[in-house]
């Protein structure tokens, strides 16, 4: 049959072929961005230690720059079972952090993670706690050198006591504590014997210096980002906005909550006392010049704490900075009462579906010991779980399938009468009782759940670096293999655009067989859309995690079986068979015959 309307179709057909060549042409002709080099600004910290100064910025992720910056400063070193790294005396900053459970890629020998680095490092990235003082009382700053006692050493066990006499009457002691995972606890306390009362304010604040390198996709959000009591509540800023705005982003008469950066799978969050009332500032110190590279800077400031002479006073905070696991972050929450601390995972709108399927997948990873066995497992149940509305779809679709030749009938006899065409098989849906948008369902049922695990995979750091079987040594990243390289055998390297591996092919044969249950269009050119579809499903999966096309691979399966037997027992025609030999006909059709045939 001839398509009805050619100007349409022809329309349509090059708006498929328009939308395939953007699809594989995009990265090859646009790649990502090199990072720019680091200017020579970023070696050194600009002049300035207090909240909204020109104080140090940096980026972290690159290894191997922190230890130098190390070495320029007198340091304390921190070893816990979940961090390395060492303190500054100068400034007491917490500055270098490494994560010792995480490393860059799949290869345990591979460099640890490293999160915060000093101020002396090529890209600085600090935590830094202290007191302003109104008044003019002299106060310690980022050229302070404390005190420690020899040989003393930051550990889970074992605190980290610093001094500082300021020398007119003012001494200030601080107490860093951490525990065996990511969180220190820091507590300020001055004594005055100055003559006179003191009057001091408290702050803190993260500085980063530089854009770090992010993923930039949708789905998660990378850069600032506050709980800001009942008030404010969520604040989140990329590092794109926070260049666009010209003034910094203030908030003031805040009570509970959390504020820093975050990355995809990294956060540094300074935590204030729970209890007392804070102003915060988000702004950028710095802005890239020809010579000067941009900064970020996250920082509270508490109200006025008196000391009374002859008396002291006493601040404390913390510093979350460390891997976002979801039940670590839920049992600080719980255990320091810090309000919504669980919103530093971002679960994004679906997080009624993204929260339960993480726990769901978490626990069938405990029973398999695979997340890939769990993911596979949770497909399973899923499908039970919408059994009756897909069933209830598939049992319309074969209904639908067997009134094809009474349709066939009423187009025929009514070949220039849409409308007529229209009214006579809306009177048949209803005389037979079918929704003929009920075949819908099964498509609609999986963007929700496909979004959710979607989010899971991206942001949870449970499944970075997770295992299958074979090739897939991280189920959060893309495939690795090409059919353009045969799998590995050619010796060339493929381009991104081309990375079509083992499971995006699966993924796109199943969907294509799928598909070949229906009967063939009566339009050739809609035909030939569904039997491209597929085709450029797999080279837009083929880009993400690999864990996701496993779930939608075994996903067509389940759901080609399922539709097949509903078909059957219905007693609708299952042209699968004929569909597949059509099929093939057509691509023999175009293959040009030797003479000799």
Not at 23 to 51: C, D, H, K, Y
Not at 294 to 314: I, L, M, R
Not at 364 to 374: I, V
Not at 400 to 426: A, N, T
């Amino acid at each position: 049959m001839q398509s009805q309307d050619p100007d349409n179709n022809n329309n349509l057909l090059i708006a498929v072929v328009l939308s395939m060549a953007v699809l594989l042409m995009w990265q090859l002709v646009f790649p990502p961005p090199e990072p720019p080099p680091p200017s020579p600004s970023q070696q050194t910290e600009a002049p300035g230690a207090v909240p909204g100064s020109t104080g140090a910025p940096q980026i972290a992720g690159a290894p191997g720059q922190s230890e130098a910056g190390a070495a320029k400063s007198p340091r304390v070193d921190i070893k816990t079972p979940s961090i390395e790294g060492s303190i500054a005396l100068r400034g007491a900053r917490i500055d270098d952090v490494q994560l010792v459970k995480y490393h860059e890629t799949t290869d345990p020998s591979s460099p640890k993670v490293v999160l915060l680095r000093p101020s002396e490092s090529r890209f600085p990235y600090f935590s830094e706690h202290g007191w302003l003082s109104p008044g003019g009382a002299k106060v310690p700053n980022k050229d302070t050198v404390w005190s420690v006692a020899d040989g003393a050493t930051l550990t889970a066990e074992q605190p980290l006591v610093l001094t500082w006499d300021n020398g007119a009457g003012l001494l200030f002691k601080r107490t860093i504590t951490v525990d065996e995972n990511y969180l220190f606890t820091i507590v300020d306390e001055v004594s005055n014997s100055s003559g006179s009362d003191v009057v001091l304010h408290p702050y803190g604040r993260i500085y980063r210096h530089g854009t770090p390198e992010i993923e930039g996709f949708f789905v998660q959000h990378e850069g600032i980002i506050a709980w800001l009591g009942e008030t404010e509540r969520l604040q989140e800023f990329t590092y794109s906005e926070m260049l666009d705005e010209e003034r910094p982003q203030s908030f003031s008469n805040i009570t509970g909550g959390w504020l820093g950066f975050t990355d995809k799978y990294w956060a540094a969050t300074l935590i204030p006392d729970q209890e007392t009332t804070y102003s915060v500032n988000f702004s950028t110190p710095s802005r890239k010049t020809a010579t000067e590279s941009e900064s970020f800077q996250t920082d509270y400031q508490q109200g006025p704490v008196t000391v009374v002479n002859g008396g002291n006073a006493k601040v404390s905070s913390r510093l979350f900075a460390g891997a976002k696991k979801v039940d670590l972050i839920a049992e600080y929450e719980n255990d320091y009462k810090i309000l919504d601390f669980n919103y530093l995972i971002d679960w994004g709108w679906f997080f009624f579906i993204t929260k339960p399927l993480y726990y769901l997948l978490n626990w069938l990873n405990g029973l398999f010991g695979n997340f890939g066995l769990a993911i596979l497992a949770t497909t399973v149940i899923v499908k039970a779980a919408f059994y009756p509305l897909a069933n209830r779809a598939y049992v319309s679709m074969a209904q639908m399938k067997k009134l094809q030749p009474e349709m066939e009938r009423l187009k025929k006899r009514y070949p220039d009468d849409k409308q007529k065409q229209q009214q006579e098989m809306m009177a048949l849906y209803q005389k037979e009782k079918i929704n003929p948008l009920a075949g819908c369902f099964p498509i609609l049922l999986q963007i929700p759940v496909f979004f959710a695990l979607y989010k899971v995979l991206f942001v949870s750091i449970d499944m970075r670096h997770a295992p299958f079987y074979g090739w897939i040594t991280d189920l959060s990243a893309p495939d690795p293999t090409s059919i353009f390289n045969l799998f590995g055998l050619l010796p060339y390297t493929v381009p991104d655009f081309l990375m079509i591996g083992v499971w995006p092919l699966i993924m796109g044969i199943t969907m294509w067989l799928q598909m070949q249950l229906n009967p063939a269009q009566p339009d050739p050119t809609q035909q030939m859309i569904f039997n491209w579809m597929p085709v450029m499903f797999t080279f837009l999966l083929a880009t993400f995690p690999a864990g996701l096309v496993i779930y939608w691979a075994w996903n067509n399966i389940l759901s080609l079986i399922q539709q097949y037997v509903i078909m059957k027992r219905q007693g609708a025609e299952v042209p699968l068979v004929e569909n597949l030999k059509k099929t093939f006909a057509v691509v023999g059709g175009l293959i040009p015959k030797r003479k000799s045939e």
